[in-house]
């Protein structure tokens, strides 16, 4: 059968290209999640992020943001690095953001990919996303059975943890799909105990605007006053959430050398942090996605702790 021996191609290639886990499901409308997405606005969980408002039609369906689309294909990319910053009392950057922004990266390997199946397999028509686009990555990465939403809300696999990008190629092939697997949280609340700003309201629901992650990264503006001294000294994202979760005792090192920190980032001390200079921050932090808040932003999380 050739759509057995096409998906089988792909998969192979795509981890070839250094993505773990690799998970395919039809293209079509998510009417659940649509639901769900609708009362996560309505609640105002985004906050000031207006982008996740907008294109709700084609958030919800592929076969509009890609027309003629068959297939989702949700590919993993491992960013864990379980090294730590030296000095314990230095601000914190959330492991993702430790070397070269993710987004350029993996997008690379996207589009190798897809010129990989129209080389491979013929006229195939697609695009390529990672955290870049009206794409409920989560929902498509759980119906393919790459893992299950955690509590954090986060997609966890079971062989290697949460630390993962999540990145799609959405094609105009049909191929085999995957299904779902069991969500594996069980009776553990470790995460909900866990986080600092009582962000996770509930069972897999996230109030935005309440995440650390947000408030250090998406917020423009100034930080709520309600938050001082709820910051657990993080200024750029927040990894609590996963720290505690059992099944990152599985996660693995990453291996990708763009991911690595610049050799001065963990060791900078806590008064290195408050003394950054506008020449530091563009030094340590050229083509990592912690450029996203600029020296100013950083600046002010960095205040925001004192
Ligand atoms: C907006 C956003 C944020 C916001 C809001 C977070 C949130 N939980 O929604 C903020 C800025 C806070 C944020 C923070 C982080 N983010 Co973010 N974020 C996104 C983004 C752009 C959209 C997420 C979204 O659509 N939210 C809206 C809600 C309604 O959708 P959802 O949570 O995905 O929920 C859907 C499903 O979970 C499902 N569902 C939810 N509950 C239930 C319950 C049941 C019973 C069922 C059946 C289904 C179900 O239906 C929902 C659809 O309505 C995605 C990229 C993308 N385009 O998807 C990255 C993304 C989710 N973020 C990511 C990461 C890494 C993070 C951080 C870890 C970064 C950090 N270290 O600081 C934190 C983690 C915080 C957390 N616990 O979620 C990764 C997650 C990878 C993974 N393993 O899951 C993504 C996928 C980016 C990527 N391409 O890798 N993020
Ligand atoms: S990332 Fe941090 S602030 Fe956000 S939900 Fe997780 S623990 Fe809470
Ligand atoms: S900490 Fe526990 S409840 Fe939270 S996501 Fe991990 S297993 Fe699930």
Redesign the pocket.
Known sequence: MLKERYTTLIREEALRLGFEFTGISKAEQLD???K??EQ?LNKNY?GK?SY?ANHFDKRIDPTKLVPGSKSVITLLYNYHNPEKQTDKTAPKI?Q?AYGKDYHHVIKYKLKSLLNFIQEEIGEVDGRCF??S???????W??RSGTGW?GK?????NKQAG?Y????ELIIDLELEYDSPIKDYCGTCTRCIDACPTDA?IG????D?SK????LT??LKEAMPTEFQGKMDNWVF???I??EVCPWNRFAKRHNEPAFEPHPDLLSMTKNDWEEITEEVFRKVFKKSAVKRTKYTGLKRNINFLK
Not at 152 to 156: D, P
Not at 164 to 167: H, P, Q, R, S
Not at 203 to 206: A, G, L, Q, T
Request: net charge negative; proline share 2%.
């Open positions: 659940k999640e649509a769900m997405l996560w985004h992020m996740m959330s993702y990672v955290d686009a009206p794409v409920m990555e989560r929902t990465a759980e939403i954090n809300s986060l997609l966890i949460s993962f990008f999540l990145a996770i069972d897999k629901i996230i935005g995440c650390i992650s947000y990264i998406e994202g927040c990894d959430c996963q």
